[in-house]
T-cell receptor, first 115, second 116 residues
């Protein structure tokens, strides 16, 4: 069965610091990869996704993620965080090239950005 | 578009009571997903429907949980009887699915369930 690991459960940064959140998955076949964000009191929103092509994916709000197939990783990055980036971030994977719509999520990383 | 609508937003009940959570997907979407979010296990898929038919219910924890989708605009998740360990936030999401293509799942605001 697929699994997704997010090793950092809590991250605290100061504004303008750089961010990298780790995500590793276990599935060996073709995958679709996602990062979702959940701001305090709000529902999950899609931040970015990778299906194929350029392994460096740009998302909204200055976020990007890099798919490294050999490492089964899809880490999220942002060069300079803002206080408004305080949220919980979820990595998710879907088996690609299938009709299955199921997403498997990691347990999430809570990011706190101090002003 | 109002997005995915869930009700109630908060539910507090006592152990042994029946709980029904409701979801209205985005109009035109044909796939609907129920997720549960807990501190320990994160976000888990419970069940998903495509064209009102349950496709994968392998995440439903036990027989106390049941889900229905009587039509394209409404789904329920029922817990009977409820237990304290069912306390969690339950999210509904919907998407438009055509063949094997994947389209973004849009999430509702969630229902925070507390079972005393």
């Amino acid at each position: 069965a697929q699994s997704v690991s997010q090793h950092n459960h809590h991250v605290i940064l100061s504004e303008a610091a750089s961010l990298e959140l780790g995500c590793n998955y276990s599935y060996g076949g073709t995958v679709n990869l996602f990062w979702y964000v959940q701001y305090p009191g709000q529902h999950l929103q899609l931040l970015l996704k990778y299906f194929s092509g350029d392994p460096l994916v740009k998302g909204i709000k200055g976020f990007e993620a890099e798919f490294i197939k050999s490492k089964f990783s899809f880490n999220l990055r942002k060069p300079s965080v803002q206080w408004s980036d305080t949220a919980e971030y979820f990595c998710a994977v879907r088996e690609g090239n299938t009709g299955f719509q199921k997403l498997v999520f990691g347990t999430g990383t809570r990011l706190l950005v101090s002003p | 578009d109002a997005g995915v609508i869930q009700s109630p937003r908060h539910e507090v009940t006592e152990m042994g009571q029946e709980v029904t959570l409701r979801c209205k997907p985005i109009s035109g979407h044909n796939s609907l997903f129920w997720y549960r979010q807990t501190m320990m296990r994160g976000l888990e898929l419970l069940i998903y429907f495509n064209n009102n038919v349950p496709i994968d219910d392998s995440g439903m924890p036990e027989d106390r949980f049941s889900a229905k989708m009587p039509n394209a605009s409404f789904s329920t998740l029922k817990i009977q009887p409820s237990e304290p360990r069912d306390s969690a936030v339950y999210f509904c999401a919907s998407s438009y699915t055509l063949g094997s293509a994947y389209n973004e799942q849009f999430f509702g605001p969630g229902t925070r369930l507390t079972v005393l």
